[in-house]
C-alpha cells in the first residue's frame, strides 16, 4: 500500500517514499475457507492503543512537524512565562537538541479478529503464488502481540517476516533545549511529540547504498508490516496480495533504477531521489495492475463477495494520490496481456513495461 525507499549516501539519510506459520505455494485447502466475517471485524471502531515500539528511534529532522512545534511553542505563552519565572529573565534562548522519529503499532487484542485475518492473509497469498506460478519470499506470517524492541538486520539471508498489526502510528519527537547565557548549568528541556496516523496499511522498505565512488547496493529490510483496519475495508484485503507482488517486484525495479544511477551518474541527492520516485511509480503500477486482475476471484471465492463497486472506490482514492498516476493505463496493459504475461514482462525487463503505461503511449490512444 505504501512503500518506502531510503538512500544512504556518506551518512546522510532521505526519506523517498508485518502462531508463525511457513508458508508455501500450493498448500490451498480442499474447502475454499469463508472470510466474510473479516469484514465486519474491520469496520468495527479502530483501537488507538496499546501503543507499543517497532524497533529504536531514528534520528530524523521533520520540517513541517519542526514549524508546527515552534509555532506550538511561541503560542504558549503560560509555558514560556514559566520559564522565563525560573531563569528569572525576559529574554530566552533555546535551541533544537535532538529530533527522532519511531514507528509505534497498536497490536490486535481480539483473538478472533487477529486469527481470521492471520488465516486470510496466508490464504491470500497462498492463493497469489499458486496463481503467478512464484516462490514465497516469507520465512513466516505472524501476528505481532508486543513490542519489537530491536528490527530484524538488513544483511540476514532468512525470508521476510510479514508482522500482523491492528494500526502504524509515526511517532515524530523534537527536544528543545531552554538555557540561560549567564549559566551553563540552568537548563529546560521541553519535549513535544507528534503522533501521524497516515493510513499506511502496508509497508515495503529498502535501502539504496550510494557509495562516494558511485557504486550502488541496494538492501530490503527482511520485514513487511500489514495494518488490519482502514476506512475502506478493501484496503485491508488486498494487502497481502499488494505487498507480496511489491516484494517478488522489487529486485526487477532495483536492477532498473541501478541502470538509470549508473547511467545518469546523480550529483545531487534530489536527482537520486528523482530516480527511485520515478521507478517507484512504474512498480506500484505493475503491483497494481495484478492487483485489479486477481481482486475480483479472491473476493468472490474467499469473501462470497462481488467487488465492482468496492474496487471503483479504491481506483477512484487512489488517483488522487501522485504515485498512482500510472495505475489505470497499467490496469489496462495487464488486462491485454494476462497476468503471468505482464509480471513476465516485468521480471525479464521492466523498462519495456514502462514504456507501455508511459505518457507517450497515454497520448496515442486519446
Known amino acids: 500500500m505504501a512503500y518506502q525507499f531510503i538512500i544512504t549516501v556518506v551518512g546522510f539519510l532521505i526519506s523517498l517514499l508485518v502462531g508463525a506459520h511457513t508458508l508455501y505455494a500450493s498448500n490451498l485447502p480442499e474447502t475454499d475457507p469463508d472470510y466474510s466475517r473479516l469484514l465486519e471485524f474491520i469496520e468495527l471502531q479502530d483501537l488507538q492503543d496499546p501503543l507499543v515500539q517497532f524497533g529504536a528511534p531514528e534520528v530524523e529532522f521533520d520540517h513541517q512537524l519542526n514549524r508546527e512545534n515552534v509555532a506550538y511553542l511561541k503560542q504558549d505563552q503560560t509555558l514560556l512565562k514559566n520559564i522565563r519565572t525560573k531563569f528569572n529573565s525576559d529574554t530566552l534562548n533555546w535551541q533544537l537538541s535532538n529530533s527522532s522519529k519511531r514507528l509505534l503499532v497498536v497490536p490486535e487484542s481480539r483473538d478472533e479478529y487477529a486469527q481470521l485475518f492471520e488465516q486470510y492473509c496466508l490464504t491470500a497469498v497462498d492463493h497469489l503464488l499458486t496463481r503467478i506460478q512464484m516462490p514465497s519470499p516469507y520465512e513466516r506470517i505472524v501476528t505481532l502481540t508486543g513490542p519489537l524492541p530491536t528490527i530484524p538486520d538488513p544483511q540476514q539471508k532468512n525470508g521476510i517476516t510479514a508482522y500482523l498489526v491492528h494500526n502504524l502510528v509515526d511517532e515524530y519527537v523534537e527536544e528543545y533545549l531552554f538555557f540561560d547565557k549567564a549559566d551553563d548549568q540552568h537548563k529546560i528541556k521541553i519535549k513535544l511529540s507528534n503522533r501521524i496516523y ?115 472506490d479504491v481506483l477512484s482514492e487512489r488517483e488522487e494520490l501522485p504515485r498512482y498516476r500510472l495505475l489505470r493505463p497499467a490496469i489496462q496493459v495487464v488486462t491485454d496481456l494476462g497476468v503471468n504475461q505482464a509480471l513476465d514482462l516485468y521480471s525479464n525487463n521492466p523498462l519495456d513495461f514502462k514504456s507501455m503505461i508511459g505518457p507517450s503511449n497515454l497520448s496515442a490512444s486519446n
Open 198 to 312: 497516515d493510513n499506511k496499511i502496508g509497508s515495503v522498505t529498502s535501502f539504496l547504498k550510494i557509495e562516494a565512488d558511485n557504486h550502488f547496493e541496494f538492501v530490503r529490510a527482511p520485514y513487511t508490516l500489514w495494518q488490519n483496519s482502514a476506512k475502506n475495508p478493501f484496503n485491508v484485503l488486498i494487502v497481502p496480495i499488494e505487498e507480496t507482488l511489491h516484494l517478488l517486484m522489487r529486485p526487477f525495479t532495483e536492477t532498473a533504477m541501478q541502470a538509470d544511477l549508473v547511467r545518469y551518474k546523480p550529483a545531487q541527492l534530489e536527482q537520486a531521489q528523482q530516480v527511485v520516485d520515478d521507478w517507484m511509480v512504474v512498480e506500484e503500477a505493475i503491483v497494481g495492475g495484478v492487483v485489479w486482475q486477481l481482486m475480483p476471484e479472491i473476493l468472490t471465492r474467499f469473501l462470497r463477495k462481488d467487488s465492482p463497486d468496492l474496487l471503483a
